[in-house]
């Protein structure tokens, strides 16, 4: 069910003029709810600023929609079709009734009718192999106008209304509607953000949150792994969650105004900007859990999350199974073990993830499970952990005040960085734990800001008390990008605005419009 907001009562009109023009659309019935304008052609957004989201699809398609209103501001819906997906094409038919219902007719028409009634108001012989579908959006737009509908239809299993910016495309098959909002980029945005991080967020964290998603959905428009839907991007966390504008707020619409056709580039193109709820302590790159080698994608130490008030019920978490649980798991994803008797950490990334994990069973079979898979095959929170109840490699926000040297030799030197002196053509200069920076394999600058402990021994071959094996960790997702509660510290407690957040997240990239 279709609703708008500020819906207003008013009286039908009778049909005031003919259809002036017949494209695709054939109209079989005008009842007195039918109005026909010819209406000046309006400019739309650019084609490459344009998405199309499906809402209503596949096993959730409905038997029906029901628009049941207009916005108080706008006297009429019409009708027409997109080209190319993005530009919409009037028919020159608007209807002033605010109470319709789209339903599916015989072959590729679509019906509307008075919602109640037998009155068709509007129909459409659609023409799938040119991709021309009935449109309906708000008539008689003007610049900088932008009317909200409400609609009501099944999300994820659960029936809900929800409002959205932009027109709609409506599809028949099988007897069953699907719905596609043509929407722009910015309006599409403002039902992902207030989704994806808290409103109640500070700004330059949701400013961040803007670019990064604006940056994902570009990407995943053009990957177009949604084309047999006839859409770009699906509503759901695959692509980014995306539930319309009830969540948003001034401050969620402000972030994405303020940072209006904002990407992340490296290298001259858009980057795939992957984010996570957090990161326990130190992201991934890219390699490490999938498998493209992403330049701005690497691994780096994360000392902000660990400013979060909340951080051990937030953040950290522990999970706890069986040998015959760890053996259930294997086997569900095709891994053929018996009982786990041992569980070791086999390698690790350079920032202290594991990304091999060896599992034993008691007659001496083993499984390896690599990057992503480890995670999701145990249905953990994240890759970061330790095993036995040890502690996740530590990294704070602090000065670093110990350094440990390597020499050619395999001698280990610890000690205070204060110590240490650093001779070069120029002469001998002591380390300042202020403005010490290190360089690693992994391609990072510490700045003298984050710590890292060493990691945890990665052996567990023995259980804990109640015969479990214990999984300690931190984090919750890919770890891969933005940490989202990084993000919030570093805006809340660091003062740090949206460019140096991402900045930090993602190497080498910069910021530039679209």
Wanted: with cysteine; net charge neutral.
């Amino acid at each position: 069910m279709i609703h708008t907001i500020g819906k207003k009562q008013r009286e039908a009109r009778k049909l005031s003029a003919r259809l002036a023009q017949k494209t695709t659309c054939a109209l079989v019935a005008l009842g007195v709810f039918f109005a026909a304008l010819i209406l000046p052609p309006r400019a739309d957004a650019a084609s490459s600023d344009i998405v199309r989201v499906g809402l209503v699809y596949g096993t959730e398609a409905k038997t029906s929609i029901n628009i049941d209103g207009l916005d108080a501001a706008f006297s009429a819906y019409e009708f027409g079709y997109f080209e190319n997906g993005r530009t919409f094409v009037p028919s020159g038919v608007t209807t002033a009734n605010d109470k319709l219902t789209i339903k599916p007719g015989s072959g590729n028409r679509i019906t509307v009718v008075v919602t109640g009634t037998s009155t068709v108001v509007y129909e459409m012989d659609c023409v799938p192999s040119e991709n021309k579908y009935l449109a309906i959006r708000p008539a008689e737009l003007q610049s900088g106008q932008n009317p909200v509908t409400v609609m009501k239809f099944t999300y994820g299993g659960v029936e809900s209304a929800r409002q959205w910016y932009g027109a709609f495309e409506f599809r028949s098959s099988g007897g069953k509607i699907s719905v596609i909002n043509v929407v722009s980029m910015d309006d599409y945005l403002k039902g992902v953000v207030p989704y994806e991080m808290s409103p109640s967020w500070p700004e330059e964290a949701l400013k961040a949150q803007a670019v990064a998603a604006r940056s994902y959905a570009y990407v995943m428009k053009a990957a177009n792994k949604h084309s047999s839907y006839g859409f770009d991007l699906c509503p759901y966390q695959d692509c980014q969650v995306y539930k319309g504008i009830d969540g948003a707020s001034a401050v969620t619409n402000s972030a994405v105004d303020a940072t209006s056709g904002l990407v992340m580039k490296y290298g001259g193109a858009v980057i795939t900007a992957f984010y996570s709820a957090s990161d326990g302590g130190a992201t991934e790159s890219n390699i490490n859990v999938y498998t493209a080698d992403l330049a701005y994608i690497k691994g780096v130490y994360d000392g902000y999350e660990a400013a979060h008030p909340t951080y051990s019920s937030t953040i950290a978490w522990t999970e706890s199974f069986t040998g015959a649980q760890l053996d259930t798991k294997l086997s569900n994803a095709g891994y053929n073990i018996g009982t786990v008797t041992s569980v070791q950490i086999t390698q690790w990334s350079n920032v202290g993830n594991p990304i091999e994990v060896t599992f034993k069973d008691g007659s001496g079979n083993t499984v390896k499970l690599t990057k992503s898979k480890i995670r999701t095959v145990l249905g953990i929170a994240s890759m970061r952990f330790s095993l036995g109840g040890a502690e996740v490699p530590a990294v704070t926000s602090q000065k670093r005040t110990t350094i440990s040297f390597l020499s050619a030799g395999g001698v280990l030197t610890s000690g205070n960085v204060a110590d240490f002196y650093a001779q070069g053509t120029g002469g001998t200069v002591q380390l300042n734990p202020d403005s010490l920076s290190i360089a690693t394999s992994a391609g990072m600058d510490e700045s003298g800001s984050f710590y890292a402990e060493p990691c945890v021994n990665g052996s567990a071959t023995g259980t804990d008390a109640s015969g479990k094996f214990v999984f300690k960790g931190a984090g919750h997702g890919h770890s891969l990008g933005m940490s989202q509660w990084g993000a919030y510290c570093q805006a809340k407690y660091y003062g740090r605005g949206y460019a140096d957040i991402l900045s930090f997240y993602y190497t080498g990239i910069q910021i530039v419009q679209y």
